[in-house]
């Protein structure tokens, strides 16, 4: 019997696309990432900047000069150009970037940030739903990257499971990245835009309309979509779209405490808050609901199945509470969330023991901890406060070492930075970082100016 061949030109898993470019301009072609009705999707290697990026190629215009022809021809250069027009200018961590839009006058190509994982399409089948800890801290993360993207004039119109990427980890969607502005509304532009597009299943009844919109048309997208997660359908489901048009127009949604064991009423009703068919009868704004979307787990609603781990809608929270953090905006938060070292103490952890050797410094997000010195308590410190500062700063190793004992007294939820981590931040962050540790160490050296000063004072 003779061995198989190592390759075998009949089998479609292992012959190569014979449809793939060896390159897309100055770009190598490494494979094919999806093919959609009006682009095609491709990884491909940035060789200049030694990184992997997305490249979205629109497919050459139609032929012909029948009406069908011409109405798809105009539909392939409008998200062309919606989505060239922001090169360069959305930077937030969950959303995708896009690097370059290249004008070629047969394909005109995109050139985006590549994110390895999945859409959330493969976590809306009812066999393969996520934990509801993950579809708040998803949910989260969504509506904070589009009050980014509505505070810079634009409207998605087109949010759905589809056009969000899954960053996985063990199967874990650690982050989450919305994509694919082809039909984004930018209020701030002059140039033509197409009305009633998008997708039909999450589609608001304002947008359905053709009407003026707002954030809040995005919001009822969201909030379809975060249905879909929880119950494995999504809120309006028909056989015909004259069918779901009418849904959209008139029914409500089924309860999701009724489809999905867990759900807690709340979480129900804030999506049905946000699914209201009058944009007035939604929350007001993104950060109100994203505040109250958090809160299913902040205040215990919702169970988080990692209890060792500080969930990120947590910790953006607790930095947009803290004196040390009043100076950044919701970007350089998010990259204090990701570049920071987030841990949980329990009461009676020690922090510090004098004798010790260390370069960490720590801001405290929850809990207390107190300063001991040859067993005699000096100091206690609660939220917003910052511990190991003058070892941080220590130009040599002589010099690191901790003149105390620093315990936990009640759990404590730490920030904890090191010079080396400091370094992983963007310039406009460690900016920030730097100016808001000048502020801290001000404060200390005044307090000791005055214990000095006015010792019975301070007693």
Known sequence: MSARPAFDPLDPALCPDPGLPARIGKYRVVSRLGDGATSEVFLAEDEFFHRKVAIKRVRPPSLGDSLENRVENHYREHFFAAEAALAGKLQHPNVVQIFDAVPDPLQPYLVMEYVPGDTLRRFCRPDALLPLDQIVEIGFKCAMALGYVARQGLIHRDVKPANILAVLNNELVTDIKITDFGSVFDHRSDRTQVFRVGSLAYMSPEQLEGSTLDARADMFSLAGVLYHLVAGRPPFDAA???????????????????????????????????????????????????????????????????????????????????????????????????????????????????????????????????????????AQLGAGTSVGEMTYLAPSPDLRVHGADVLVTAPATTITFTPESVELLSPGTRHRFDAAFIGVLVRRLHAAHEALAHPRRIL
């Open 240 to 378: 015909n779209p004259v069918a779901l048009m009418h849904q959209i127009y008139h029914a409500e949604p089924p309860a999701l405490t009724g489809l999905r064991e867990g759900v807690p009423p709340r979480m129900d009703a804030l999506l049905r808050q946000a699914l209201a068919k009058q944009p007035g009868d939604r929350p007001a704004d993104w950060d109100g609901f994203a505040q109250a979307w958090s809160q299913l787990v902040a205040h215990g609603e919702v169970p988080v199945g990692r209890l060792q781990d500080v969930l990120d809608s947590e910790r953006f929270n607790l930095l947009r509470t803290l004196e040390f953090f009043k100076g950044f905006g919701d970007v350089e938060l998010w990259e204090v969330v990701h570049r920071a070292q987030w841990l949980r103490h329990r009461q009676g952890t020690a922090l510090y023991r004098k004798g010790e050797t260390g370069r960490t410094f720590h801001i405290i997000a929850l809990g207390r901890i107190e300063v001991y010195r040859d067993g005699e308590r000096v």
